[in-house]
């Protein structure tokens, strides 16, 4: 793994994409920070400093030369891009090009990677959501984040819990769906995750790096959560 300026606080690492790029694989999950009034609104809704989360894909570029090891790192995530309010499949180093805001890589831990990560699973699931360009889930992504009424007295549900349901998606319900389908977490609802819930999962290696944005913010908890 690379290596740069780390705060042990937050065990993250300020790093450029141009070392970041050859080390990330697929089912690593990627951070936003985002500036506009929906972001703003997830981040206070969740008291966190992330806003939207997508997953790395790659893509290999066929050659002659069987060593050669071109790729394209993309990512797969729901937002709101190119006209489009949904799943959508876009180059990595673009989105990074031009977004604004804070950015952060988390790379998925080796030994889950290795151990029990289903990459085909993960690739077909997700994959088939793009190519039936699911639209964007607003009323759940905002109810994802209204915890506090989720539950009733009795057991009952609350207004704001959702029930899992993959007809559209929101931001982090695509990518905890999709690392469930390759077993890289248990049995979870994806429907009632946001996207700070996905950054605190104990899946990762213990450092994440940040690409872009202000490097006083940071991942609250990360790497601290049982998936549920």
Not at 14 to 24: I, N
Not at 26 to 32: E, K, L, Q, R, T
Not at 162 to 180: K, P, Y
Request: glycine share 8%; aromatic share 12%; with cysteine.
């Amino acid at each position: 793994m690379p290596f740069g300026k780390s705060s042990s606080k937050h065990s993250v690492v300020q790093m450029q994409y141009a070392d970041a790029r050859p080390e990330m694989r697929p089912g690593d999950v990627i951070a936003f920070g985002g500036k506009g009034h929906f972001s703003e609104i997830i981040k206070l809704g969740t008291l966190s400093d992330v806003s939207h989360v997508g997953v790395i894909l790659q893509t290999k570029i066929p050659t002659e030369d069987e060593a050669d090891t071109r790729f394209f790192n993309q990512i797969i995530e729901s937002t709101s891009l190119h006209g489009f309010n949904g799943v959508q499949i876009n180059r990595f180093s673009d989105r990074l090009a031009a977004y604004e805001g804070e950015l952060w890589w988390l790379p998925l831990r080796k030994e889950i990677r290795e151990g029990r990560f289903d990459q085909k699973a993960f690739y077909d699931f997700l994959f088939n959501q793009a190519r039936e360009r699911k639209g964007y889930d607003m009323p759940q992504a905002i109810r994802s984040a209204l915890d506090a009424l989720d539950q009733l007295p009795f057991g009952a549900d609350g207004p704001t819990y959702n029930r899992e349901d993959f007809s559209r998606f929101f931001c982090s319900e695509l990518v905890a769906a999709g690392l469930e389908m390759a077993g890289a977490v248990g049995a979870v609802n994806a429907s009632e995750v946001t996207p700070i819930d996905l950054c605190r999962w104990g899946i990762y290696e213990d450092t994440y790096y940040q690409l872009k944005g202000d490097p006083g913010k940071s991942i609250s908890r990360f790497n601290t959560v049982t998936p549920i």
